[in-house]
C-alpha cells in the first residue's frame, strides 16, 4: 500500500484522511499493483479495532486494490463517487447508499469507476461474530450472489457501525447492530427467520424492569442474559420485536426521559446528566438533541417558562 497516508488517530476530523504515516493495510484491504500511485488527497483512515470488527473509511482514485481477499465479511457502504469492482467473473459498481457485501474468501478488486473521489466506508465482520448473531439460522454463512444491494435497515445498521470511527459503540448498542446485520443478511441470502417455539414477552419484561431499574449506570450484555435467560443476540431479536426498539435505545430513552423530568423541577443540566447515567454533558445533549430535537438548554428554558 505504498503512497497511502493513513490516519488512526481519535479526535481526527473525517476529512482529514491524509495526515500521518502510513501502515500497512494488506491485510485489509490487499496491495495496489506495482507503479500504482495514490492520487493527491487520497488515503484511508482505521479506526481503532472494536471488539474484533476492523472499520474504516476511504478516499480514494482511479484503480487502488489487486485481486486479493480476506478471511472477513466486508460489508460497506459507498458515500460518493462510483465504487467498482470484480467479483465472481463480473464488473460491480456502487452508487452513493448502495451497500457492499463481500463474502469470506472471494476474490475481489477494487477502485474509483469515475473520475471523481471515491469515498466509503467498511467494516470487517469475522464470520463466527455473525454466527453468534444468526442464533437458530447460524447453520450456515449467508452467502448473498449480488454483492451490491439497496436495503435502508441494513444499510442503516452498517451505517450505526461505522458512524463514528473515532469512538465506540456501547455493547447493547453493537449486540443489535450485529443482529439487524445477521437479519438482513440472511434476509439477502433467502435464509427465512425462526420463530421461537414460546413466547419470549416475560424475558422481554424482566429485561426491561432491570433496565428502568439501572438507569444511572451502564448496563452490560451478560446482565442482561442472566435477567432474561436468553442470549444477547436472541435478546436483542426478540425485544425489538415485543417492544419496537433495542435494549440499548430502551435504556437511553428512559435516561433521557429521568433527565427531561429532572430538569423540569429545576435540577441542572451537568447534575441531570450525572445522575441519569451520561459520560458527560456533551454526550447528553447530543443524545437529548437527537431524542427531542432540542438541546437540554433550549428544553429548560421551555419547561421552566411553561
Not at 463517487?81 to 469470506?104: L, M, N, V
Request: with cysteine; aromatic share 6%.
Amino acid at each position: 500500500m505504498t503512497g497511502f497516508s493513513i490516519s488512526r488517530h481519535q479526535g481526527v476530523p473525517e476529512q482529514a484522511l491524509t495526515e500521518d504515516a502510513a501502515i500497512d493495510l494488506e491485510r485489509l484491504c490487499g496491495s495496489p499493483g506495482d507503479g500504482l500511485r495514490a492520487a493527491p488527497g487520497d488515503g484511508i483512515r482505521v479506526a481503532a479495532p472494536l471488539n474484533g470488527i476492523e472499520r474504516i473509511e476511504a478516499r480514494l482514485h482511479g484503480k487502488v486494490f489487486e485481486p486479493h481477499r480476506h478471511d472477513t465479511y466486508a460489508l460497506g457502504v459507498t458515500l460518493g463517487g462510483i465504487q467498482t469492482f470484480q467479483y465472481r467473473g463480473e464488473s460491480r459498481y456502487s452508487t452513493p447508499g448502495s451497500i457492499i457485501i463481500i463474502h469470506p474468501d472471494e476474490v475481489h478488486d477494487g477502485g474509483a469507476g469515475t473520475e471523481a473521489t471515491l469515498r466509503y466506508r467498511m467494516m470487517y465482520l469475522q464470520p463466527e461474530r455473525l454466527i453468534a448473531a444468526l442464533g437458530d439460522n447460524g447453520g450456515a454463512l449467508p452467502f448473498i450472489a449480488a454483492p451490491v444491494v439497496g436495503d435502508v435497515a441494513l444499510r442503516q445498521a452498517i451505517g450505526e457501525a461505522v458512524m463514528d470511527l473515532d469512538g465506540g459503540i456501547d455493547e447493547l448498542a453493537l449486540d443489535d447492530i450485529l443482529t439487524r446485520i445477521a437479519e438482513g443478511l440472511s434476509r439477502h441470502a433467502g435464509m427465512p427467520g425462526k420463530v421461537g417455539s414460546r413466547s419470549a414477552k416475560r424475558a422481554v419484561f424482566e429485561a426491561a424492569d432491570y433496565l428502568r431499574e439501572n438507569l444511572d449506570r451502564p448496563v452490560g450484555s451478560q446482565e442482561l442474559e442472566s435477567v432474561s435467560g436468553l442470549d444477547r443476540f436472541t435478546l436483542a431479536r426478540q425485544f425489538r420485536k415485543i417492544l419496537g426498539t433495542s435494549p440499548h435505545r430502551y435504556l437511553l430513552m428512559r435516561r433521557l426521559e429521568q433527565a427531561r423530568r429532572m430538569i423540569a423541577t429545576g435540577h441542572s443540566l451537568a447534575g441531570a446528566a450525572l445522575d441519569t447515567g451520561f459520560a458527560d454533558q456533551a454526550h447528553f445533549s447530543r443524545h437529548f438533541k437527537r431524542a427531542y430535537g432540542v438541546t437540554p438548554g433550549r428544553w429548560a428554558t421551555l419547561a421552566l417558562a411553561g
